[in-house]
């Protein structure tokens, strides 16, 4: 047995708080993926259910990220610093995908009779959801490869330096393409009764699949080249769940060809998992390697230990809070009669 | 322009926006769970409706503002890094606590939102008071932080300038929370008080003499009423506050260039650094002394007693507070006109005066938040954290800034104005559809 520090059990903590963020707000990134792409004789049914889906809780799940960033800069304050110096493009770019994507869902939602899907708004949205998942991977790309240099917390590499290489660009598709994945087997689940648009749904799911499933194979071919440092990573300490995340894959395309539409997305959301969490403890005690690490770059204890305790506290209202919103709209039950959020 | 310059118009445009969202995700609310609760109480369909009205609009404020809140949190590390490399470890836990409001905000204006046919009338009313709770403690942790930057406390700096000790409860509740954050509490509730009053009174005046425009307008103005007398007094504590805390800040907001005894308070003018005075203004002998320390002979520090690299702008400064002074008196007496004409005529008054007074209303108070905040935040230049910190030394070295800001301006203008023309339009439908229940 071994002792966590408390900086590293607060990594942890944010760690868990990405996850779900991309187990949630991923999927309604891609779920505006779905509304851009919308396409045959139901694509109004598609799109009805894509906001169907998302509308009582995408502002919930987009907190996900504010937790990550105020929890990173409390926490991690240098780390924090030189992620926003180094990754200021590419997040500038997300942010601003962000404020399009929630703006126009809300815009469409709330005065629909006003904004339709064919407005600009409507394209606005489609477009932010695929330009925000995709930049944040290539974020991901650039802390994972190791291209963020820090010496001493002071960024000495460019602004251009991680996000903008091939492998980047693998893996913002890829994060673009395991969204639009997530999103498109919760569709299959919330439209188990609607025969046609689970049809629908369960053929974007495929193409999604076989999408993400290529990106990665291409980005783990580019990584051996690119950044060995990634691949070693990944076949180090992160190998029981990278290997999980190969023999999963499958299994969650199984699902989905089969249409069983729960196993589908319980395979999906493992996979997300599994692959967060390889790339978590293939860089593990690293923050942003090679040069900050997590007890390098921590608050001091008495920051770390008082954020255990506003943690315990929020997390004590939150998580009941949270069961209650996704029993209330996501249990098993028919489908929301689509004019309840119109009184 | 350099970066740090560019960077506080970034900035500040974000804040300047975001405020006015934020603001009605606090007040809002509080309005909503008060108009269902009566509704319930009293089996009054019409102030069912007004909450129906009002939730719509809000569907798409509290969005509009939680998209350009998630804007700030990401600017704080954009835009001034250096900042958030020293500070977060020190005044980031009130931003903690403050996500997890915002998680409380977000789940149940979710379930408020999409849960009126899914839900028992009563728990659906349940679901407003956390919204109306965590509003107000999201205004408050958040001010928390500001307030730290104006008195930084809860840390120890070696002397290489390394941290050595952090308190961060210390931070949170570190001396100007106590005027700051009160002050910004009930502002949230004037701004939101007088807005929904300016739309139904600009309803009055159009004709629309219905009960939704009377009871709208009521509600708007109690909320209102109370809150800008509580505004006065917790404004005075913060300022009485400065007076001691942040000389340089309570100099440039009176306009006072020479350190004297009895001190008199100037309104309006121009000060001219250059000739160290306050121009055009008018003064009223000892008014400042007195107000700032409760005697007539107090002494008051003038800029002239600060270096000028250690002094904010005193135009900028001065300015905004007379701007929101005066503002917020004029929307005051406003207030006290409306309730004496409801109390003498036992009616909503509709005098054609009073009612266009209360259409400017809406944006005066507005004015008066922001003026506020110009104070609060030119007030503390040159210094990011007081006394720590130059924001010179703060802001990023980023390439482009002058790119992104233009941008951020295109945004906003394209939200605000997309917001506005939406909810003119959800009004007018409501109008067309609500004549049934209207007529009752």
Redesign the interface.
């Known amino acids: 047995m071994f002792l966590m520090s408390s900086a590293e059990i607060v990594a942890g903590i944010l760690w868990l708080a990405l996850t779900a963020y991309a187990v949630l707000a991923g999927a309604d990134f891609g779920g505006g993926v779905w509304d851009l792409f919308a396409s045959g004789q139901r694509a109004a049914e598609q799109r009805a259910a894509v906001a169907e889906a998302m509308g009582p809780v995408w502002e919930a799940n987009h907190v996900w990220l504010i937790f990550m960033i105020t929890g990173l800069f409390t926490a991690f304050p240098i780390t924090f610093g030189v992620l926003g110096l180094a990754l200021f493009l590419p997040f500038t770019i997300a942010m601003v995908g962000i404020v399009f994507r929630g703006a126009s869902f809300a815009f469409r939602a709330h005065g629909r009779d006003a904004v339709g899907p064919r407005s600009p708004w409507g394209m606005v949205f489609g477009v932010a959801s695929v330009v925000t998942p995709f930049f944040l991977g290539t974020a991901v790309a650039a802390v994972a490869s190791g291209a963020i240099r820090a010496p001493h917390g002071q960024l000495t590499s460019g602004f251009l330096d991680g996000w903008t290489t091939p492998l980047a660009v693998v893996l913002g598709f890829f994060a673009l393409a395991i969204a639009a994945y997530l999103a498109a087997t919760y569709l299959m689940v919330e439209n188990e009764r609607r025969p046609a648009l689970l049809a629908d749904f369960r053929r974007r799911a495929i193409a999604a699949a076989l999408a993400s499933g290529v990106l990665a194979l291409t980005a783990l071919a580019i990584s051996a080249v690119e950044s060995p440092r990634l691949l070693q990573s990944l076949t180090g300490r992160g190998l029981p769940l990278f290997v999980l995340a190969l023999l999963n894959g499958p299994l969650a395309l199984w699902a989905v060809w089969r249409s069983r539409p729960r196993i589908a997305r319980a395979a999906v959301i493992a996979q997300v998992v599994f692959v967060l969490w390889a790339w978590a403890a293939g860089q593990w005690p690293y923050l942003v390697p090679p040069d900050l690490t997590i007890s390098g770059t921590a608050a001091p204890d008495s920051t770390l230990s008082a954020m255990f305790v506003v943690i315990s506290i929020g997390g004590l209202i939150l998580i009941p809070s949270l069961w209650l919103l996704f029993r209330v709209f996501k249990a098993r039950n028919p489908p929301a009669d689509v004019e309840s959020s119109a009184p | 322009m350099d970066n740090a310059t560019l960077a506080r118009a970034t900035m500040g445009t974000s804040l300047g926006f975001h405020i006015v969202f934020a603001v009605l995700g606090v007040g809002l609310p509080l309005l909503m769970s008060v108009a269902e609760g009566l509704a319930l109480l009293r089996h009054d369909e019409a102030w069912m409706q007004l909450a129906?009205r009002w939730?719509?609009?809000f569907?798409?404020l509290?969005?509009?503002g939680?998209?350009?809140?998630?804007?700030l949190?990401?600017e704080?590390?954009?835009?001034?890094?250096?900042f958030?490399?020293?500070?977060?470890?020190?005044f980031?836990?009130p931003?903690?606590?403050?996500?997890?409001a915002?998680?409380?905000e977000?789940?149940?204006?979710?379930?408020y939102?999409?849960?009126?046919?899914?839900?028992s009338p009563v728990k659906h009313w349940l679901t407003s008071i956390?919204i109306a709770l965590s509003g107000a403690a999201s205004s408050l942790f958040v001010v928390m932080a500001n307030a730290w930057m104006n008195s930084p406390a809860g840390f120890r700096l070696g002397p290489d300038g390394l941290?050595l000790?952090?308190?961060?409860?210390a931070a949170a509740l570190n001396p100007s929370t106590a005027t700051e954050d009160p002050h910004m509490l009930v502002s949230a509730y004037v701004v939101t008080g007088f807005l929904v009053a300016a739309v139904y009174a600009a309803g009055l005046l159009r004709g629309r003499d219905d009960i939704f425009h009377r009871r709208g307008l009521a509600a708007g103005m109690a909320m209102a009423a109370v809150a800008i007398v509580l505004a006065g007094i917790t404004g005075d504590s913060s300022a009485r506050f400065i007076y001691g805390a942040q000389p340089a800040k309570f100099a440039a907001m009176e306009g006072l260039y020479q350190t004297q005894r009895g001190a008199p308070i100037t309104l309006g003018g121009i000060p001219v650094d250059s000739q160290h005075r306050i121009l055009y203004g008018i003064q009223i002998p000892k008014a400042l002394s007195f107000l700032a320390a409760f005697d007539l002979n107090a002494e008051v520090q003038g800029l002239d007693s600060f270096p000028p690299d250690r002094r904010p702008n005193p135009v900028l400064v001065h300015l905004s507070f007379d701007g929101m002074v005066g503002l917020g008196t004029f929307i005051g007496l406003l207030a006290a006109a409306f309730w004496l004409g409801v109390f003498r005529r036992r009616s909503i008054p509709k005098r054609r005066l009073l009612l266009w007074g209360l259409v400017l209303a809406g944006p005066a108070s507005v004015g008066a938040m922001e003026a506020g905040w110009f104070v609060t935040e030119f007030g503390r230049q040159p210094w990011i954290v007081y006394g720590i910190m130059r924001t010179s030394q703060a802001a990023?070295?980023?390439?482009?800034l002058g790119l992104?800001f233009a941008?951020f301006i295109a945004?906003y203008a394209a939200?605000a104005i997309?917001?506005g023309?939406?909810l003119l339009?959800?009004a007018a439908?409501t109008r067309a559809g609500g004549r049934v229940v209207s007529n009752e």
């Open positions: 129906r939730s719509r609009a569907g798409i509290f969005a509009v939680a998209v350009s809140g998630t804007v949190s990401f704080l590390g954009l835009l001034w890094p250096r958030m490399a020293f500070s977060g470890a020190i980031g836990l931003f903690t606590a403050e996500g997890f915002f998680f409380i977000a789940i149940f204006l979710g379930l939102l999409y849960g009126w046919n899914r839900l956390p941290l000790r952090v308190d961060p409860l990023t070295s980023a390439p482009a992104t941008i945004i939200l997309t917001t023309r939406l339009l959800l439908r």
